[in-house]
């Protein structure tokens, strides 16, 4: 069954420092997104990505956050300067289409921000 | 910012038993609502889904409850089975295309 891959699945960083967290959607999925969970806190929206740009986001993702679809099959997330408070599991999903469904789920990368 | 609502932190039922774990949402723009399955280091798991036309959605052990004027949903799960202890997040959406999670519940089933 095909399914959205997410690497790392930990990675630890210094504050202050650049993150990269990689993701492979499904491949026939046209809407990606990524959301996090920080430990013992709701699953919290951060982006949706559509047609090669940004289609919805929050208030979280602020200018330290970017994602890319740079080769059409990764779809990555940018922090670019970490801190404490990014630590967190992020996870990657996609969906085939706009119309409801539900989302598909990675397995989450582990970011902790020392 | 609370647009979907699980105001149970955890449930505790008896293996063989009906568990049921509740959602109430303030969006009235949502017309569509789901329930995900999450085990602790991986990603959710899509269970059930009910639109907004609906008022029940049943899918093997799992149904879902959903009434529109009091704004709230149900995941009834029966029998409840030692493997169904998770946590369990209901979603739902709107006009945009992004989920909206509640808090979570987390299950435990005792055999």
């Known amino acids: 069954e095909p399914e959205v891959t997410q690497t790392p699945s930990h990675q630890v960083t210094q504050m202050g420092q650049e993150v990269i967290l990689r993701c492979v959607p499904i491949?026939?999925?046209?809407?990606f997104y990524w959301y996090r969970q920080i430990l013992g806190q709701k699953v919290e929206f951060l982006v949706s990505?559509?047609?090669?740009?940004?289609?919805?986001k929050s208030e979280i993702f602020d200018d330290q956050f970017s994602v890319e679809r740079p080769d059409g099959s990764n779809f990555t997330l940018k922090i670019r300067s970490t801190k404490l408070e990014d630590s967190a599991m992020y996870f990657c999903?996609?969906?085939?289409?706009?119309?409801?469904?539900?989302?598909?789920f990675g397995e989450g990368s582990r970011l902790t921000v020392l | 910012d609370q647009q979907v609502k699980q105001n149970s932190p955890s449930l505790s039922v008896q293996e063989g038993r009906i568990s049921i774990l509740n959602c109430d949402y303030t969006?009235?723009?949502?017309?569509?609502f789901l329930w995900y399955k999450k085990y602790p280091a991986e990603g959710p798991t899509f269970l059930i889904s009910?639109?907004?036309?609906?008022d029940k959605n049943e899918d093997g052990r799992f149904t879902v409850f959903l009434n529109k004027s009091a704004k709230h949903l149900s995941l009834h799960i029966v029998p409840s089975q030692p493997g169904d202890s998770a946590v369990y997040f209901c979603?739902?959406?709107?006009?945009?295309?992004?989920?909206?999670f509640g808090a979570g519940t987390i299950l435990r089933v005792k055999s």
């Open positions: 990505f559509y047609n090669n740009e940004i289609s919805e």
């Open positions: 969006n009235s723009m949502f017309d569509y």
């Open positions: 999903a996609s969906r085939p289409n706009r119309v409801n469904g539900e989302l598909f």
């Open positions: 009910i639109s907004s036309i609906k």
């Open positions: 491949s026939n999925h046209l809407y």
């Open positions: 979603a739902a959406s709107g006009l945009g295309n992004k989920l909206v």
